[in-house]
């Protein structure tokens, strides 16, 4: 970090030496080492707290995008339709369609009923076509 040679400690040692003098030095490094193991793990304590709440800062994170993301699957469940049942069938489609009243079989079968008993019976033909919805174009 400081790239701090030996010879660089030995001149740091000896003015201190010449500072302090031989009486005082023993306790002014036990002081300076007392600071600098306080100044350690004050921090170690910071950074560990500061992890500690990366940590927390991340799980919540996580945890709200894991929300979201099941509301997302939930409201593309809700959107998709159901699937049909695949129950097995005995007859054809034209038999169920026919088997199933639909709510516009009644209105329109109304209209017919009423026009038959209004007209007299040899005006009506025994089985009309069918009428082209289009006319057919030309080629």
């Given at each position: 970090m400081?790239?701090?040679g030996f010879s660089e400690l030995l001149l740091v040692g000896l003015v201190a030496l010449?500072?302090?003098g031989p009486e005082r030095l023993p306790a002014a490094a036990r002081t300076a080492g007392?600071?600098?193991g306080r100044l350690k793990r004050s921090f170690n304590a910071i950074k560990t707290e500061v992890e500690r709440e990366i940590g927390?800062?991340?799980i919540r994170r996580q945890l709200?995008?894991?929300q979201i993301l099941q509301m997302e699957r939930e409201l593309k469940q809700s959107l998709q339709p159901p699937a049909?049942?695949?129950a097995p069938t005995t007859g054809s489609a034209a038999d169920s369609s026919a088997a199933?009243?639909?709510a516009s079989t009644p209105q329109s079968a109304a209209p017919d009923s009423t026009a038959a008993a209004q007209s007299p019976p040899s005006a009506q033909p025994a089985s009309a076509p069918a009428a082209p919805s289009e006319p057919p174009r030309p080629t």
């Amino acid at each position: 970090m400081f790239d701090i040679g030996f010879s660089e400690l030995l001149l740091v040692g000896l003015v201190a030496l010449l500072v302090f003098g031989p009486e005082r030095l023993p306790a002014a490094a036990r002081t300076a080492g007392l600071w600098v193991g306080r100044l350690k793990r004050s921090f170690n304590a910071i950074k560990t707290e500061v992890e500690r709440e990366i940590g927390a800062d991340e799980i919540r994170r996580q945890l709200h995008n894991e929300q979201i993301l099941q509301m997302e699957r939930e409201l593309k469940q809700s959107l998709q339709p159901p699937a049909p049942a695949t129950a097995p069938t005995t007859g054809s489609a034209a038999d169920s369609s026919a088997a199933t009243p639909t709510a516009s079989t009644p209105q329109s079968a109304a209209p017919d009923s009423t026009a038959a008993a209004q007209s007299p019976p040899s005006a009506q033909p025994a089985s009309a076509p069918a009428a082209p919805s289009e006319p057919p174009r030309p080629t």
